[in-house]
């Protein structure tokens, strides 16, 4: 059972993400700019914390358009990577995140370094 469960986790990071050396940015998010970066990563945080299970739509879609004939075979192991991928960007936005971005003007989420939109309900 680990096995299987290490080499699903496993081809979903190796085959789902092909863009984990992209430093393409969208531009900052206009509240940042204002100063309230602290506040505005905290509160994407907790949303991200209580919608992260809307990965299994949002996923569900993504791969139907990006692979039509396989995506039965990709959906679950790009599931469990992008569920532990926004779970863990959320506690990390609400723990670790606001002080880092208070120190460096950093607030890019863990999201954005494999191409997920900061939020489930947004298009990557």
Same mark, same amino acid.
């Given at each position: 059972?680990?096995?299987?469960?290490?080499?699903?986790?496993?081809?979903?990071?190796?085959?789902?993400?092909?863009?984990?050396?992209?430093?393409?940015? &969208?531009? #900052?998010?206009?509240?940042? /700019?204002? $100063?309230? !970066?602290? %506040?505005?990563?905290?509160?994407?945080? =907790?949303?991200?914390?209580? &919608?992260? #299970?809307?990965?299994?739509? /949002?996923? $569900?879609? !993504?791969? %139907?358009?990006?692979?039509?004939?396989? =995506?039965?075979?990709?959906?679950?192991?790009?599931?469990?990577?992008?569920?532990?991928?926004?779970?863990?960007?959320?506690?990390?936005?609400?723990?670790?995140?606001?002080?880092?971005?208070?120190?460096?003007?950093?607030?890019?989420?863990?999201?954005?370094?494999?191409?997920?939109?900061?939020?489930?309900?947004?298009?990557?």
């Amino acid at each position: 059972m680990k096995k299987t469960m290490m080499l699903v986790i496993l081809t979903g990071i190796i085959f789902c993400r092909p863009g984990l050396a992209s430093e393409t940015s &969208t531009g #900052p998010d206009p509240d940042l /700019r204002q $100063g309230n !970066n602290v %506040k505005v990563v905290m509160a994407r945080g =907790w949303k991200n914390f209580f &919608t992260f #299970p809307g990965e299994i739509v /949002r996923t $569900g879609q !993504n791969e %139907k358009q990006h692979h039509p004939k396989t =995506w039965p075979l990709t959906y679950a192991p790009c599931l469990v990577s992008n569920v532990i991928i926004r779970a863990t960007s959320s506690l990390n936005d609400m723990f670790v995140l606001p002080t880092y971005v208070w120190a460096t003007k950093d607030p890019r989420p863990i999201t954005h370094f494999f191409d997920l939109p900061d939020y489930v309900w947004e298009k990557a």
